[in-house]
């Protein structure tokens, strides 16, 4: 009986050490998966801002949720029809149509490790614009009257390079810690100077060299800001 009890007592530690061991694997096993869970999560935003509705899916692209991958676009008609000014005394009549928008591919970074973001990245811009003015009325040249057909159209096209890189900032995260969250987010696409075509006919057709003139004004507007907020969704646990 002594020696059973010696064995018993002997044994005893040993069942302790082996549970614990037993404890630890099990922990140990689960980490891989459990940190693959919280990086891998999926997100998906609905988006309204400067450059139009669009929507995006985002990934979380490590364990501590700092960086995240968003592919996503936006999208907005424009259309403006018979707007009116007045120029020297006379009414000209503008048509204004086209769109704006975008598909992009971005990296969020959180170096707080909290809501706050800074974003680059870069985008395909759908950005362009055509216009079309014209005198409402016939107007009167000493004992002349032209028909506003007869003075002429000015038409132009603004356009952008192709891609456009991104720098931003904003608040929110695009995979939310809740099932839904929010995020607003403020940056710049440069875009490089726009590209200007400029056509008249007409008695206005003269005009049509001031092109380069024209090309200059808006040559300063390299930078294309843009204002967004987001509602996100959490897709993956």
Not at 81 to 98: F, P, Q, W
Not at 143 to 165: D, Q, R, S, Y
Request: glycine share 12%; with cysteine; aromatic share 10%.
């Amino acid at each position: 009986m002594k020696q059973l009890f010696n064995i018993i007592f002997f044994c005893l530690p040993l069942f302790g050490l082996a549970q614990e061991k037993i404890k630890t694997d099990a922990t140990l096993s689960n980490m891989p998966l459990l940190e693959k869970n919280k990086g891998g999560q999926l997100g998906f935003s609905l988006k309204a801002g400067t450059m139009g509705f669009g929507a995006e899916l985002a990934k979380n692209l490590n364990a501590k949720r700092t960086i995240s991958l968003r592919l996503g676009g936006t999208y907005l008609p424009i259309t403006y029809n018979g707007l009116e000014l007045k120029v020297d005394g006379s009414t000209i009549v503008a048509d204004i149509s086209g769109n704006l928008g975008n598909g992009f591919l971005m990296f969020d970074f959180h170096p707080f490790g909290n809501a706050f973001k800074f974003t680059l990245g870069g985008a395909m811009m759908l950005t362009k614009i055509n216009g079309a003015a014209r005198m409402k009325d016939s107007i009167q040249q000493g004992e002349i009257i032209l028909a506003p057909e007869k003075v002429g159209l000015i038409n132009t096209n603004i356009t952008h390079e192709p891609f456009a890189p991104y720098v931003g900032i904003g608040f929110g995260r695009a995979i939310p810690k809740n099932r839904i969250g929010f995020s607003f987010e403020i940056g710049t696409y440069y875009t490089g100077a726009p590209k200007l075509d400029f056509v008249t006919t007409g008695l206005l057709e003269p005009t049509s060299d001031q092109e380069p003139v024209l090309q200059k004004g808006i040559s300063v507007y390299e930078w294309m800001p843009q204002m967004m907020f987001n509602i996100t969704f959490k897709l993956a646990k």
